[in-house]
């Protein structure tokens, strides 16, 4: 379908760079520069990063359980067949596809080319929103624990955290250069992990038998519980398998089947002790950031926040990377970040990007729908329909029958999970819009 038409695209994107005759993009970033072990730390701080706090709530509230903790498991391990299918199509035909939206002009043509990068980049660009509302809020939690004087509301938080974002993105030029931060998301992580796990535990063994029904009722409910289901994908997965792959080093496919082995399996492990905890802890009770239900010494939930703000504003970056790379690329924006004229354009371009990101974020500051919607309209679509179809399109005469049903399976499936899911999830915003005004202090 389009293969020849996306062959002829294609040639305005890939130059011969390879002695291989391996075609490599041109981009302003790194690639095949980084080990497997950071990759995998890249690929784990997105699962188990600041967003893991609100799980429990906008999870395992609306599902129970059995709904949450199948639900889960489920998700865990059908993101991880869906994200070792894009992965294993790193060279299909002899080319390195290096963004997702390559990959789908090769396979689709070039309406799929631009239809893939518009799904993907507002996919990221909610995903950077949901992060400065996440990081706002935490900062909010730390400040109303030692001056509760309703001065500050939740709108100056997130411009703080916008400015924090913006900071970090102009010193730190791409996705390759994160290093030592990703050592520092480490250990922020485990700071706020176990903070919130030993705090849920000390409040669950002294309270009395908890209410772990579903709350709600009518259509709330049920769009509440359907939402639920788009935040399961949500939780696992980063939409820009290709775009973290292309920074690996080779062989690329057997050093990114290891990084996707280890987020999805000792990456997880504190990703569901924190969220099981914390539903135990609290039943239907939780709320969409579980720092805010704990109970505990001051300087220690304070710690906790911070740590969760930073950690936010770090994995923020990993997924506006993409956007950045566009831009770089386009402007030939390469080197040190300390140089006059990338300086410059970084302070202009992602200073400009995140400023609006910041806008969106105070004005809506909806997380737990953000998150919904998020995975309802563009996880789902790129990771499982999308992702599914590509290898089936990729791969298609050397699949069994009993291979291909399965993968048509899942396109079909999660097409109707993804409608469903965004149905509910535009409902309910609509529904808190009613509810909350516009830069509300939630």
């Not at 996440?134 to 997130?158: E, N, T, V, W």
Request: proline letters at 3%; aromatic letters at 14%.
């Amino acid at each position: 379908m389009g293969k020849g038409n996306a062959e002829n695209n294609s040639t305005k994107v890939y130059a011969k760079e390879d002695p291989t005759d391996i075609e490599v993009p041109d981009t302003a970033h790194k690639i095949n520069s980084d080990s497997w072990v950071q990759v995998a730390f890249v690929l784990t701080s997105g699962v188990t990063g600041a967003f893991v706090l609100g799980y429990s709530g906008t999870i395992m509230v609306p599902l129970g359980w059995v709904g949450g903790v199948v639900g889960l498991v489920l998700a865990n391990a059908i993101s991880f067949h869906a994200n070792a299918l894009v992965a294993k199509l790193h060279e299909h035909g002899g080319v390195k596809h290096i963004r997702y939206r390559d990959l789908a002009g090769y396979l689709y043509g070039k309406k799929a080319y631009s239809l893939t990068w518009i799904m993907q980049y507002i996919n990221l660009f909610m995903i950077n929103t949901g992060y400065i509302i996440l990081a706002g809020s935490s900062l909010k939690a730390f400040y109303i624990l030692f001056r509760d004087d309703d001065q500050m509301k939740l709108p100056h938080f997130i411009a703080i955290a916008g400015v924090a974002c913006g900071m970090f993105a102009i010193c730190v030029p791409h996705l390759s250069a994160l290093g030592i931060w990703l050592g520092v998301s480490v250990v922020l992580t485990i700071i706020y992990s176990v903070i919130a796990v030993v705090l849920s535990i000390k409040d669950g063994l002294r309270s009395p038998a908890r209410d772990y029904s579903i709350p709600g009722e009518g259509a709330s409910k049920i769009f509440t519980t359907i939402a639920a289901t788009a935040s399961l994908v949500f939780a696992f997965n980063t939409s820009m398998i290709p775009e973290i792959q292309a920074t690996i080093r080779e062989p690329v496919v057997k050093n990114m089947m290891k990084a996707l082995c280890f987020q999805f399996t000792i990456g997880a492990i504190p990703f569901f002790v924190v969220v099981f905890v914390g539903y135990w802890a609290y039943g239907s009770s939780t709320g969409t950031y579980l720092l805010n239900n704990v109970n505990g010494p001051v300087w220690v939930k304070g710690l906790a926040n911070i740590g969760a703000f930073f950690q936010g504003v770090i994995t923020l970056h990993i997924f506006a990377s993409p956007i950045y790379e566009y831009v770089d690329t386009v402007y030939g924006i390469k080197g040190s970040s300390l140089k006059t004229k990338n300086l410059s354009f970084r302070i202009l371009v992602r200073g400009g990007y995140l400023i609006f990101n910041t806008f969106v974020a105070a004005l809506l500051p909806f997380l737990g729908d953000f998150i919904s919607l998020t995975g309802a309209a563009s996880i789902l679509p790129l990771t499982f329909i999308l992702a599914n179809h590509m290898y089936l399109v990729a791969k298609e005469n050397k699949l069994t029958s009993i291979e291909k049903l399965w993968h048509w399976f899942n396109i079909v499936f999660f097409s109707i999970v993804s409608l469903a899911a965004t149905i509910a999830a535009i409902w309910l915003i609509v529904d808190h819009s009613r509810t909350y005004h516009v830069f509300a202090d939630m």
